[in-house]
């Protein structure tokens, strides 16, 4: 089947817009997770959804963050008042249900601030 | 805190020049080490997961060990296109069930020239 898919690829906006990035996961997958890339660093850990309560938002760098998640599928990272710091490749990943630790990934979407 | 260091960060490698890659773990209470392949502007890619010390498993010409400190990526004979980004992270024993996000090295660069 399909795999994760994430849109838009690339966003390229001005510092102080806010911007909105879609993940679809695979079809049954309850758990989805956001994952933030930045050059020359390892993955970091933003947020996790169980369905469509997020237990745990301790990685949001910041209230400019915010992510919700409709039902168990799609769901939305938002950031407001972009930084030239929130510059980086934003992952979305998720899992199968009851038991499966395996995350897979989307492709990602590119975030240039300038 | 939970560490995860990749070395070396890049390796070239000719074709057919066997070698290892090497995740170091310093973290409480391991539930998996997970193996990802990334290539440029895409998402990271599932290779393997090893639960405890001594496991190990294969695919193709890669071999994934695990130590109760340190996992090995063994690669037999690369071709071309095994060039990537190898990534290793780790899934930890959380507090409230919240052994579920990933903690990445910052990966290594693999480059194998024909």
């Known amino acids: 089947g399909a795999g994760v898919s994430q849109s838009p690829s690339n966003k390229v906006t001005e510092k102080g817009k806010d911007v909105e990035l879609r993940c679809d996961p695979i079809?049954?997958?309850?758990?989805l997770y956001w994952y933030r890339q930045r050059l020359g660093q390892g993955l970091e850990f933003l947020i996790y959804?169980?369905?469509?309560?997020?237990?745990?938002k301790s990685g949001l760098p910041s209230d400019r963050f915010s992510a919700e998640r409709t039902g168990e599928s799609v769901s939305t990272l938002t950031i407001q008042r972009t930084q030239q710091e929130d510059s980086a490749v934003y992952l979305c990943?998720?899992?199968?249900?009851?038991?499966?630790?395996?995350?897979?990934f989307g492709p990602g979407t590119r975030l240039t601030v300038l | 805190e939970d560490q995860v260091t990749q070395s070396p960060e890049a390796l070239r490698l000719q074709e057919g020049e066997s070698s290892s890659l090497n995740c170091s773990y310093t973290?409480?209470?391991?539930?998996?080490l997970f193996w990802y392949r990334q290539d440029p502007g895409k998402g990271p890619e599932f290779l393997f997961t090893?639960?405890?010390a001594g496991e190990e498993k294969e695919k193709e010409r890669l071999k994934a060990t695990l130590t109760k400190k340190e996992s090995f990526l063994h690669i037999t004979a690369p071709k071309p296109e095994d060039s990537a980004t190898y990534l290793c992270?780790?899934?930890?024993?959380?507090?409230?069930?919240?052994?579920?996000?990933?903690?990445f090295g910052k990966g290594t660069l693999l480059t194998v020239n024909p």
């Open positions: 959804f169980q369905g469509n309560s997020a237990p745990d």
């Open positions: 079809s049954g997958h309850t758990a």
């Open positions: 992270a780790v899934r930890v024993q959380g507090s409230g069930g919240s052994n579920y996000k990933l903690t």
């Open positions: 990943a998720s899992t199968q249900p009851m038991g499966s630790d395996t995350q897979y």
């Open positions: 090893l639960y405890s």
């Open positions: 973290v409480s209470g391991l539930r998996g």
